[in-house]
């Protein structure tokens, strides 16, 4: 635990003490808009990172509500640790021409994946093709394993917790000083 989480800790442990059944509705509301505020910046930060859409993105962060654990309160934000379909970052087929000898030009045939999940980092794979997958009925981007017609494996790149896990450090201090800020104002009207 960090020195700035342990004295957050202290100061909305004191002020639950402090007024007893009004604080707690004080401290949900401080925690509920911090964790809040923090899943729009790690929205943000985790498309950044990742070349998935902030739609997609948010629909796979959930806030979680206000609870108290032991003597203090707690909220935050939980993100889905499935993998993510490389078909969902951004991507495209690619198609070469088809070599008909003493045929014209213009007939085509899937050539593979180009597409990227770092933005800026793109790949391009001539083995890789799309396959539909049952089920859920979405697309999905494979690649051979072997002969046969389902020696194939669909390939996936992070979840959103994994890209998570990488930039919750860099929001924490800023959502730690936030807190902190509404914790000392709802202190002050407390002794006005």
């Known amino acids: 635990m960090s020195k700035a989480t342990r004295d957050m800790k202290i100061v909305l442990d004191a002020m639950a003490q402090l007024t007893g059944k009004h604080s707690a509705v004080a401290l949900q509301t401080v925690l509920s808009d911090a964790a809040k505020h923090g899943r729009e910046r790690a929205v943000s930060a985790i498309a950044g990172q990742v070349a998935l859409g902030k739609p997609y993105i948010q629909r796979h962060l959930r806030v979680l509500p206000p609870a108290q654990k032991g003597g203090s ?101 800023e959502l730690q000083d936030r807190a902190a800020r509404q914790v000392a104002g709802l202190l002050l009207e407390l002794f006005e």
């Open 73 to 173: 309160w707690e909220s935050g934000v939980q993100a889905t640790r499935r993998g993510v379909l490389l078909s969902r970052f951004e991507n495209r087929g690619l198609l070469v021409p088809k070599k008909h000898p003493g045929r014209g030009k213009g007939s085509t045939k899937h050539g593979g994946v180009t597409g990227m999940v770092k933005p800026g980092r793109r790949y391009t794979e001539p083995k890789f093709f799309y396959i539909g997958l049952r089920g859920s009925g979405a697309k999905g981007i494979a690649v051979r394993t072997g002969k046969g017609r389902s020696a194939y494996k669909v390939l996936h790149g992070p979840s959103v917790s994994q890209v998570f896990q990488s930039v919750r450090n860099d929001i924490a201090p």
